[in-house]
């Protein structure tokens, strides 16, 4: 995993990464760097680039013994990801750092997913396609709700504007996939069902599903953005998940139900559901024995397998 900076200016209030340790124990570093009082709130307001990283990355590399020192999991991947603590393409500084980071690994035939809520990642389309395989991109799209979205995620792209981006992989033939995440509790059969449907029109090699986990800061700063947009029912809902047994209901229910309607109205579509590790551990009977069988499923994407390993 590798975070081309530190901060995301798009600010999304579900957001956890402020309660990382990536942020959460540098405290004293961001407000001496950034002048930021307190990381979780003042989240969206501060970034801090790492310039200097594809040479960094470059340096690692040149040391690293791959077959003694790089890590691949149980199930033989050895894919990098680009970036799941900031928004890697989230302006022409950060997709700078990006683009070398990128051609270092691909130059190292290590396989990269890159993950962005920012339409600007089309500018690099043909080094994506230099990568021949190597490299599969993809965007998080929670909703085709504009302006519920807008609320949730105040600085970020809209989701149209994310789903032309992804439009414009598949004309280029870029391996590409969806994030449909965090699905909000609102959302009914009817509006995954065509979300589905746009996403099914971009022929992704995977769509990624995930509900909503809003805890702690994150739960409050999603009931007042949502209650501040007038979205009352969504603040409703917020409330009631925030007791964790009809959260876990809600989330199991979404996680059925997005497989479900693939299955019957989209069978290209790949479904590849990241249950919340609290999920998994609170779970009994059925409910337990899916959610083992989703979490031992593993994405059919061939991207990965192109690779050194
Ligand atoms: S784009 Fe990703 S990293 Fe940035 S605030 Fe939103 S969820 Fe967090």
């Known amino acids: 995993m590798i975070n081309v900076?530190?901060?995301?200016?798009?600010?999304?209030?579900?957001?956890?990464?402020?309660?990382?340790?990536?942020?959460?124990?540098?405290?004293?570093?961001?407000?001496?760097?950034?002048?930021?009082?307190?990381?979780?709130?003042?989240?969206?307001?501060?970034?801090?680039?790492?310039?200097?990283?594809?040479?960094?990355?470059?340096?690692?590399?040149?040391?690293?013994?791959?077959?003694?020192?790089?890590?691949?999991?149980?199930?033989?991947?050895?894919?990098?990801?680009?970036?799941?603590?900031?928004?890697?393409?989230?302006?022409?500084?950060a997709a700078q750092i990006t683009r070398g980071v990128i051609r270092e690994l691909v130059e190292e035939n290590i396989p990269v997913r890159v993950l962005s809520r920012s339409p600007n990642l089309t500018r690099d389309i043909d080094l994506f396609r230099e990568a021949d395989g190597l490299v599969a991109?993809?965007?998080?799209?929670?909703?085709?709700?504009?302006?519920?979205?807008?609320?949730?995620?105040?600085n970020a792209p809209s989701?149209?504007?994310?789903?032309?981006?992804?439009?414009?992989?598949?004309?280029?033939?870029?391996?590409?996939?969806?994030?449909?995440?965090?699905?909000?509790?609102?959302?009914?059969q009817d509006e995954i069902r065509e979300a589905l449907s746009w996403f099914a029109a971009i022929d992704p090699d995977v769509v990624f599903h995930e509900p909503?986990?809003?805890?702690?800061?994150?739960?409050?700063?999603?009931?007042?953005?949502?209650?501040?947009?007038g979205y009352n029912d969504v603040a409703e809902e917020l409330e009631r998940i925030h007791d964790h047994d009809e959260w876990a209901k809600?989330?199991?229910?979404?996680?059925?139900l997005v497989r479900e309607i693939a299955k019957e109205h989209f069978d290209r579509l790949h479904i590849h559901s990241w249950p919340d590790q609290k999920l998994i551990e609170s779970a009994t009977g059925e409910q337990e024995d899916l959610l083992n069988e989703i979490v031992r499923d593993v994405s059919p994407e061939v991207f990965a397998s192109a690779g050194r390993f």
Request: charged share 30%; net charge negative.
């Open 5 to 93: 900076a530190t901060g995301c200016r798009h600010g999304c209030k579900f957001c956890y990464v402020p309660s990382t340790p990536a942020i959460d124990s540098r405290d004293e570093m961001l407000g001496e760097k950034a002048g930021v009082e307190d990381p979780q709130r003042d989240w969206g307001d501060y970034l801090l680039y790492r310039d200097d990283l594809p040479e960094r990355v470059h340096e690692g590399l040149q040391n690293t013994d791959f077959e003694e020192e790089w890590k691949v999991t149980r199930r033989g991947r050895g894919v990098v990801m680009l970036s799941s603590g900031t928004d890697c393409y989230q302006d022409r500084r």
């Open 137 to 154: 991109v993809g965007t998080s799209i929670p909703s085709f709700d504009a302006s519920l979205v807008d609320a949730l995620e105040p």
């Open 159 to 188: 989701p149209m504007a994310r789903w032309e981006a992804l439009d414009e992989l598949f004309r280029a033939d870029v391996p590409r996939f969806v994030s449909f995440s965090p699905t909000y509790p609102t959302m009914d």
């Open 212 to 229: 909503m986990n809003p805890r702690g800061a994150n739960f409050e700063m999603c009931l007042e953005a949502t209650r501040e947009a």
């Open 250 to 256: 809600y989330a199991i229910e979404h996680i059925k």
